[in-house]
């Protein structure tokens, strides 16, 4: 019902859209989406996935827009972790975990990870994200220089979307360790590279609509309504 009543209000957006004839912004993306104009209908996916990260450039997603985007993190979170303990034979208490980002998804998951007592280090590239990092109580890299630091892992993380993983940073890992890739597409293992026998590597995508879709639906739904209503299309 929410996911319906979601694609309604964008039926709605849609034709106030095709009205304004907007171009948004895509998330991690060089480009603009096509002009809204061009489409009959607006899904409810595609209206979150073009929130960007940095807000001001685009009138529609608005500051609202921006929690829900928040909101399916958590989700993605709480996935990651089920995943993890699913696929391993040990406890996250004393797993030694490497978080690679350290943006939304990053940030969260590192937190949830040091709350159940996992050994927890997040990489970055920022100073300021480095402060962060510390300041949290938890373990630094710098994700540009990961090669030769990656031996005493017992999960690796991803949530860059990038080649960050190349063949010199997963020919380190250990015997056993679980990579899991929460990045977009094209994820954060380099295409060409021949994963090494000692590790295994799981590609998880969409884990909101998989683990919470309930959660997941609201937020799009919660972010579509508030959306419509600062535009007064509702």
């Given amino acids: 019902q929410l996911f319906s009543a979601a694609q ?3 039926s709605a957006a849609s034709a106030w859209a095709s009205a304004s004839g907007l171009n948004l912004p895509a998330a991690h993306s060089a480009r603009s989406m096509p002009s809204l104009s061009a489409r009959s209908t607006l899904s409810c996916s595609s209206l979150v996935t073009c929130i960007p990260d940095h807000l001001p450039a685009c009138t529609i ?37 490497l ?13 949830k990870l040091h709350a159940l007592d996992a050994l927890v280090t997040v990489s970055a590239r920022s100073a300021r994200d480095f402060a962060r990092i510390e ?56 295409p060409d590279v021949k994963l090494p026998p000692v590790c295994r590597v799981l ?12 959660s997941a639906a609201r937020a799009i739904h919660d972010t579509v309504c508030a959306v419509l209503q600062e535009e007064g299309v509702l």
């Fill in 8 to 10: 309604a209000r964008c």
């Fill in 61 to 97: 997603c608005g500051v609202t827009g921006q929690h829900a985007y928040t909101a399916n993190d958590l989700p993605t979170c709480e996935g990651a972790i089920q995943l993890a303990m699913e696929q391993t034979d040990f406890t996250l208490q004393g797993a030694r975990c």
């Fill in 99 to 111: 978080v690679i980002g350290c943006g939304r998804i990053g940030a969260l998951l590192a937190r």
């Fill in 135 to 190: 300041a949290a109580g938890l373990a630094a890299l710098d994700t540009r220089r990961l090669a030769g630091h990656l031996d005493g892992f017992d999960l690796v993380f991803n949530t860059v979307p990038a080649p960050v993983l190349g063949a010199s940073e997963l020919a380190g890992l250990k015997p056993g360790c679980v990579v899991i890739d929460l990045a977009s597409l094209p994820g954060g293992i380099s």
């Fill in 203 to 214: 590609h998880a995508l969409s884990l909101p609509g998989r683990v919470a879709p309930l």
